[in-house]
């Protein structure tokens, strides 16, 4: 499941490398192989691992590693060594695999020469496995049909199971359908085949069951909350006692026109967001995009907790001084927990969030561009006074 999840994320990010070239970009890095376009052709042997993401998938150069495969077509007709992972709209293994096959699609199709070394998973509208399996065979489908052999155990969840003059299943059979499924003595004796009827949910009994979950689950989820807010109390205590001019700085330009502030905040996050989309764009940038994810999350947890302390230090003088570090410490944690709560309100506490996070980017942003202009002040007027060349 992990890997098959890997796919998918992998494809996510080389999906967007189509712009680069209509017959695909193409990426060898440490033995691996990265492909995506609008055919994504694997046409050269594989030291070691291949990916490839687009419209026509299609591997026909022998990988040596493992097969990482997503688009509408997707097709492997030449061996792969290792597993293969393959996802699209309909995916075609005609290809020698030594490992596992994981597939999905509308329509699933094995036909290779020769039987699957591992296991297979495959999940689709129709399926259809003319390939002999070593291992065992987990298949999910409306209708599937068994043309070859599986020496481990099969285990089919759908509507309609048939089996070809080849079919035989040397482990137990185990379906899970709406109506029973005869398995023929030649697929497999009686004794080795089991049937489970899938019946409608019981819906009463089922939303009992989740309420029980969610009642179970509540206490890490409070816990959960409670060690973000101590995080975030920890961060802004460090900052307030060990960096006073700073805080100072952000309050003085948070209370200055903050209209403007969350203006300039929305640009601000935006660009750091848009860092992730301009990395993936670029083919190097691919291997960059983990530590640019880990600057988001850090910019945003600060952002969010420098328009929490401002908004929380303008109430609070509303109402009494804010003149000691013990004082605006108080105001931190009691801001951090009523936000928490507010952002909890479905729609407006979501709102209410990015304020505050437009808050604190553009209290940042406009502090360190102003400390940026003050320390690029001297050469602009000296540039100012030196005549232009002629």
Known sequence: MYSFVRLLALSLLLLPLQALAQDGARLSFGGDQF??????????????????????VAVRAPVSGDAHLAGFNVSQVA??????????????????????????????????????????RAVGQTVTISSGIDGA????????????????????????????????????????APRPIEVPA????????????LVSPDYASEAGKTAEHAVRSIWPAVWGVGLWWLMLLVIGVLAITLLPRLVQSLQSVG???????IGVGLVAFAAVIGL??????????IFLVPFALLFVVLACALAH???????????????????SNLTR????????VVVGLLGMIPVIGWLLTLVLLWLGFGAMAALMMSRQAGADRPAMAAAAQTPEAI
Request: hydrophobic share 50%; proline share 2%.
């Open 305 to 323: 907790l420098t328009g929490t302390y401002l908004v929380g230090v303008r109430v609070a003088r509303a109402l009494t001084s804010v003149d």
């Open 329 to 336: 410490v108080g105001v931190l944690a009691v801001s951090i």
């Open 79 to 120: 061996d792969v060594a290792g597993d293969l992972y393959a996802a699209g709209f309909t995916v075609t293994v005609a290809g020698n695999v030594g490992g596992d096959v994981t597939a999905m699609g509308n329509t699933v199709s094995l036909a290779a020469s020769q039987p699957v070394a591992g296991n297979l």
């Open 186 to 197: 030649s697929v497999a004796a009686g004794d080795r085949v089991t049937y489970e009827q």
């Open 255 to 261: 209370a200055a026109r903050p209209l403007r502030r």
């Open 137 to 176: 065979a987990l298949i999910s489908a409306q209708t599937a049909t068994l043309g070859s052999v599986v020496k481990g155990d099969l285990n089919f969840i759908g509507e309609n199971l048939a089996f070809g003059p080849g079919a035989r299943v040397d482990g137990k059979v185990t379906i899970r």
């Open 276 to 285: 992730v989309p301009v990395l993936v764009l670029t083919i190097f940038g």
């Open 35 to 56: 492909t995506a376009g609008q055919s994504a052709l694997v046409d050269t042997a594989v030291a070691r691992d291949v990916f490839a993401a687009g419209y026509d």
